[in-house]
Nanobody, 115 residues
Framework: QVQLVESGGGFVQAGGSLRLSCAASVNVVRFNTMAWYRQAPGKQRELVAEITNGSRTPYPDSVKGRFTISRDNAKNTVYLQMNSLKPEDTAVYYC?????????WGQGTQVTVSS
């Protein structure tokens, strides 16, 4: 069974950094798009970073200049580097892979930023 395993979440103070990782059990080359979403309590899931066919789509204003998505096809992994974290970044973060053969979601990893 295909799996996405996320890691790197945790508790951090405002201004700190975290790097999330999402490792796939399959070759990620088949997925054109790799992305990170987040969902805070009581809010809808929102896209925070996306890379499609090697090009990053514009980041939403809420994370622009602070978050960076990258992928390592050799390791079948997508990363999200998060710097200058704010309390409003607190959410469950999900990785998402999408391609012609289908899509996958990770199980989510909690990020909590204290003020």
């Amino acid at each position: 069974q295909v799996q996405l395993v996320e890691s790197g979440g945790g508790f951090v103070q405002a201004g700190g950094s975290l790097r999330l990782s999402c490792a796939a059990s399959v070759n990620v080359v088949r997925f054109n798009t790799m992305a990170w979403y987040r969902q805070a309590p009581g809010k809808q899931r929102e896209l925070v970073a996306e890379i499609t066919n090697g090009s990053r789509t514009p980041y939403p204003d809420s994370v622009k200049g602070r978050f960076t998505i990258s992928r390592d096809n050799a390791k079948n992994t997508v990363y999200l580097q998060m710097n200058s974290l704010k309390p409003e970044d607190t959410a469950v973060y999900y990785c998402h892979l999408n391609g012609p053969s289908g899509y996958l979601w990770g199980q989510g990893t909690q990020v909590t930023v204290s003020s």
